[in-house]
Nanobody, 120 residues
Framework: QVRLVESGGGLVQAGGSLRLSCTAS????????MAWYRQAPGKQRELVAS???????NSALSVKGRFTISRENAKNTVSLHMNSLKPEDTAVYYC??????????????WGQGTQVTVSS
């Protein structure tokens, strides 16, 4: 079992910055990857950025060059640094963890979500 707690959302003007943090607790040693997803009203949830246990990262084309995902293992925390925010970045942002046990059983865990609103 893994519990994910997000923080850092809020209201910001276009061009501004925010940092989202996600802290994992529980069976963290079996987490193979973590990611941030977002879901805007009326749209499907989409991947924003991901990071694996060996620090390989990936991000959506829409946020490349603006958003950076990083991990602080000692704090079991993954952060999403968002710069040059645009109104279209407005969404609920969710932390995600992919958990794989030593016998290969895979589970997905989600945080409760944090609202990011970018005003024009």
């Amino acid at each position: 079992q893994v519990r994910l707690v997000e923080s850092g959302g809020g209201l910001v003007q276009a061009g501004g910055s925010l940092r989202l943090s996600c802290t994992a607790s529980g069976s963290i040693f079996s987490i193979r990857a973590m990611a941030w997803y977002r879901q805007a009203p009326g749209k499907q949830r989409e991947l924003v950025a991901s990071i694996t246990s060996d620090d390989s990262t990936n991000s959506a084309l829409s946020v490349k060059g603006r958003f950076t995902i990083s991990r602080e293992n000692a704090k079991n925390t993954v952060s999403l640094h968002m710069n040059s925010l645009k109104p279209e970045d407005t969404a609920v942002y969710y932390c995600y963890a992919r958990h794989v046990t030593s016998w290969g059983s895979e589970s997905s865990y989600w945080g409760q979500g944090t609202q990011v609103t970018v005003s024009s």
